[in-house]
């Protein structure tokens, strides 16, 4: 499974970003797929992730971002709306063959990140 995150880039504090995660290879292998990002010196946060059909966020992006999926596209997407400076770090999207939880160990396969950072 390969995973390939993009959409990142520079926003102003309040805008928008859209990431997507395209998945390719035995994208039947895995169960649910989840958002990460990670800042310097600290491990992977978990911001959101996709378990059967449910989708489950974060408190800290709770109201301000969404997930969506494109199953034909085998797509995942990270809507964020009203950036915050504090939500600058690298976003990486993951693979769980079976639970995808709130914990990074749950996932087996990784995306290379994309980086997102949000200036006041």
């Known amino acids: 499974v390969q995973l390939q995150a993009s959409g990142g880039g520079l926003v102003q504090a309040g805008g928008s970003l859209r990431l997507s995660c395209v998945a390719s290879?035995?994208?039947?292998?895995?169960?649910?797929m989840g958002w990460f990002r990670q800042t310097p010196g600290k491990g992977r946060e978990f911001v959101a992730s996709w378990s059967d059909k449910t989708l489950y966020l974060a408190d800290s992006v709770q109201g301000r971002f969404t997930s969506s999926r494109d199953n034909a596209a085998n797509t995942v997407y990270l809507q964020m709306n009203s950036l915050k400076p504090e939500d600058t770090a690298v976003y990486y999207c993951?693979?769980?063959?079976?639970?995808?939880?709130?914990?990074?160990?749950?996932?087996?396969?990784w995306g290379q990140g994309t980086v997102v950072t949000v200036s006041s």
């Open positions: 993951a693979a769980a063959r079976y639970n995808a939880g709130r914990s990074s160990r749950q996932y087996e396969y």
């Open positions: 290879g035995r994208t039947s292998s895995f169960y649910g």
